[in-house]
């Protein structure tokens, strides 16, 4: 028989592990992180087994395991300033030009923005399951995903060489 962390909290690690390197973009500080977040979920385990949004618990314990590191490492002196991060990372050679595009646009958009879009066109998550991974309402999901996408369309338009 399979626990409680095997059923529910460990299928989410894959996610949760993307979700992670969208905020910090090293590999290592996310298995650290993770490693964190497991630890906690698994002392806790009688606490989760009832608590109504186990996803949305797992990415607020990751995002504040990503906020004590840049706290730690002088990166972040309060909340506001998660979203003026800037994250470089090369993206690999092989995407076609225009997601490779769309990718590069999308680390100039607000954090919050940049997670929604993820959430919703890497991911593949609905609205609601968004609502419940970031403990938003879907009202916010919806202007969020709406000005991500309008922002990196009209960027996309003007680059475009050919109008």
Do not use: C
């Not at 979700?19 to 964190?36: A, F, I, K, P, T």
């Amino acid at each position: 028989m399979k626990s409680f962390f095997e059923v529910h909290i460990w299928p989410q690690r894959g996610r949760l592990y993307r979700l992670g390197y969208l905020w910090v973009r090293d590999r290592s500080l996310v298995e650290d992180m993770l490693q964190n977040v497991f630890e906690k979920s698994f002392e806790r385990e009688d606490e989760l087994r009832n608590h109504p949004n186990l996803a949305g618990w797992l990415v607020t314990s990751l995002k504040n395991e990503a906020l004590m590191h840049f706290r730690q490492t002088k990166k972040l002196d309060s909340l506001e300033g998660l979203e003026e991060l800037k994250m470089e990372e090369p993206i690999s050679e092989d995407l076609k030009d225009s997601v490779r595009r769309v990718m590069l646009l999308l680390k100039g958009l607000p954090l919050r923005q940049q997670e929604i879009f993820h959430l919703r066109e890497v991911e593949g998550l609905s609205y609601e399951e968004i609502t419940e991974h970031l403990n938003i309402s879907l009202e916010q999901v919806k202007v969020n995903l709406h000005r991500a996408r309008k922002s990196i369309r009209e960027r996309m338009l003007n680059q475009d060489p050919s109008k």
